[in-house]
């Protein structure tokens, strides 16, 4: 079936550095990637809509100067966490929709944990 | 108000038994679609049922089936004879929004555990 990956898995770094998160669609062209956070214990809280070729859509109360998001190709969109802080640690997790199919083909990534030290 | 609502923060079943996780909805939007999600510890999201708001039967997927009920705007998952590698994070959400500007809101989540 389809997939979706995110790199990488885990990533633990200083506050006050930049953090890249890319999420790939493996079988398919994905003309639309959404980003989510989701802290401990908590629900998955969208964060961006992002479209191939255009700017992204930011979610009320997302910073979109602080939460950079490129989608440069119809596999492969990045969310850049610039100047991170401690605040900033979650789990970001991507999702793609494959254009071909249906509603339900809508395909999550592995995730992606940030600590901020 | 809330536009998707868990109202079970966690659930205790007996392996073998039938559970059902109880989710409401809220929209005003007459195409919308319903989904369910599994997040175990590793933290992937599965995705195990979907219902589009104008189909017509219950979605079924295996053991899992979506109980329907569109005028209470409830959309409960129901896992028949349940296993202990069903223990983990139940997520409903809903879409709004055509293709391209389509959105998806979660609830809080259901914490299930089976016991053996």
């Known amino acids: 079936g389809a997939v979706v990956s995110q790199h990488p898995s885990w990533v633990i770094c200083k506050s006050g550095t930049s953090v890249k998160i890319e999420c790939r669609s493996l079988?398919?062209?994905?003309?639309?990637m959404f980003w989510y956070r989701q802290f401990p214990k908590q629900s998955l809280m969208l964060m961006a809509t992002?479209?191939?070729?255009?700017?992204?859509?930011?979610e009320q109360g997302v910073e979109k100067d602080k939460f950079l998001i490129n989608h440069a190709s119809l596999t492969l969109s990045t969310l850049t966490v610039t100047s991170a802080h401690p605040e900033d640690s979650s789990f970001y997790i991507c999702?793609?929709?494959?254009?071909?199919?249906?509603?339900?083909?809508?395909?999550f990534g592995p995730g992606t944990r940030l600590l901020v030290l | 108000a809330q536009k998707i609502t868990q109202t079970q923060p966690g659930m205790f079943v007996q392996e073998k038994e039938a559970v059902t996780l109880d989710c409401t909805y809220d929209?005003?939007?007459?195409?919308?679609?319903l989904f369910w999600y599994k997040q175990p510890s590793s933290g992937e999201m599965i995705f195990l049922i979907y219902?589009?708001?104008?189909?017509?039967q219950n979605a079924t997927e295996g053991r899992y089936s979506l109980n329907f009920q569109k005028a209470r705007k409830s959309a409960n998952l129901v896992i028949s004879a349940s296993q202990l590698g069903d223990s983990a994070m139940y997520f409903c959400?809903?879409?709004?929004?055509?293709?391209?500007?389509?959105?998806?809101?979660f609830g809080t989540g259901t914490r299930l555990t089976i016991i053996p």
């Open positions: 999702s793609a929709r494959d254009p071909s199919g249906g509603w339900e083909t809508q395909y």
């Open positions: 079988d398919f062209q994905a003309t639309t």
């Open positions: 992002s479209n191939e070729g255009s700017k992204a859509t930011y």
């Open positions: 929209t005003s939007d007459p195409s919308y679609g």
């Open positions: 219902q589009g708001s104008y189909d017509q």
């Open positions: 959400a809903m879409r709004e929004g055509n293709f391209g500007n389509e959105k998806l809101t």
